[in-house]
């Protein structure tokens, strides 16, 4: 089974336009998940309907039984986080401050602090399409783990890509290079690098083929809303021609695919058959690999 990622850096370089209409073209044999669980969006161009949701639990949160405790302030001295404070002359931990590492509970001589698992996000199991899985995730403000979020997401999604024989998954990745990209990079197959023509999308385009540069997938270049500045168009390819990419093409700047996304349709719907047969043929590449 193929894991295809789509990915940029940059956030708003178009990305996930371009990773939904490939999906939207294989979607009978494929399955997609949505790997920015902190602001995924993938669900309201593909128009998800809710199979069903599972709760993600990560760390622990902690609170201070008051009959159990002596108000000794142990706690309060050993918090790195000034999460633990004496409020009316009882201490009370403030959770949105509470880091989860359990000093406190180490260093309580009454046992008087509990631990409950840690309710931070959820993860969603759609339908797209006529019957195509789709996945993606909430990660709650303020969270984090991203990471594993994404790890559980993905496991959640091969269980079903396994179980309908599906032959391809498709995953679109959030933005930047940090953990939550290493998480969805993790045993892909091929990276589509979706670079947006301008100085700020060839900075992060170029962070990320730095990052992946000893991993052994296929790599694919797209100039994303070329025609704007042929300079740094001029950059990328001199890019391309020093890193072990291979250059797709590019899909040019235009006003129509504003309007197509706005009416929730994807891409390659654009009236010009020449774009659109470009971009299609790009699609038929990735996907043959």
Same mark, same amino acid.
């Not at 009370?92 to 509990?114: Q, S, T, Y």
């Not at 991993?215 to 809303?225: G, P, V």
């Given at each position: 089974?193929?894991?295809?990622? %789509? ?7 178009? =990305? ?8 939207? #073209? ?5 399955? !997609? ?22 709760? %993600?639990?990560?760390? *622990? ?5 008051? &009959? ?20 009316? $002359?009882? *201490? ?17 001589? !009454? ?18 399409? #006529?019957?195509?899985? $789709? ?7 303020? #969270?984090?783990?991203?990471?594993? +979020? ?9 269980? *079903? ?6 032959? !391809? ?65 001029? #950059?990328?390819?001199? +890019? ?5 990419? &291979? *250059? ?5 700047? =235009? ?16 009236? @010009? @058959? ?7 043929? !790009?699609?038929?590449?990735?996907? =043959?690999?």
């Amino acid at each position: 089974m193929k894991k295809v990622v %789509f990915a940029s850096g940059k956030g708003g370089a178009g =990305k996930t336009s371009i990773s939904t209409a490939f999906f939207r #073209e294989f979607s009978k044999d494929s399955v !997609m998940i949505d790997c920015d669980v902190d602001a995924s969006n993938c669900y309201i161009t593909l128009d998800s309907r809710l199979n069903k949701s599972v709760p %993600f639990y990560s760390g *622990y949160k902690y609170s201070i039984n008051k &009959e159990s405790c002596f108000n000794c302030g142990v706690c309060a001295n050993v918090c790195q986080f000034n999460a633990v404070k004496s409020i009316n $002359f009882q *201490y009370e931990i403030n959770g949105f401050l509470c880091e989860g590492c359990g000093a406190c509970v180490d260093a309580c001589r !009454m046992n008087a602090i509990g631990e409950t698992s840690n309710y931070c996000g959820d993860l969603y199991d759609s339908k797209v399409f #006529e019957d195509s899985g $789709f996945f993606h995730a909430r990660l709650f403000p303020g #969270e984090d783990n991203s990471g594993k +979020l994404i790890v559980e997401l993905k496991s959640l999604a091969l269980q *079903y890509a396994n179980n309908t024989k599906a032959e !391809m998954i498709v995953l679109d990745a959030p933005p930047g290079i940090g953990c939550p990209v290493i998480a969805t990079l993790t045993g892909a197959d091929v990276l589509v690098v979706v670079v947006e023509a301008t100085n700020a999308g060839f900075s992060d385009a170029r962070k990320l083929i730095e990052l992946v540069k000893d991993k052994k997938l296929k790599r694919y270049l797209i100039i994303n809303k070329a025609g704007v500045d042929q300079e740094i168009e001029n #950059e990328i390819n001199d +890019l391309v021609n020093n890193s072990n990419i &291979e *250059y797709l093409g590019s899909i040019p700047y =235009k006003k129509d695919f504003y309007d197509l996304l706005n009416a929730k349709k994807f891409i390659t719907d654009i009236a @010009n @058959n020449t774009i659109s047969g470009d971009i299609i043929r !790009m699609f038929n590449v990735i996907a =043959k690999i």
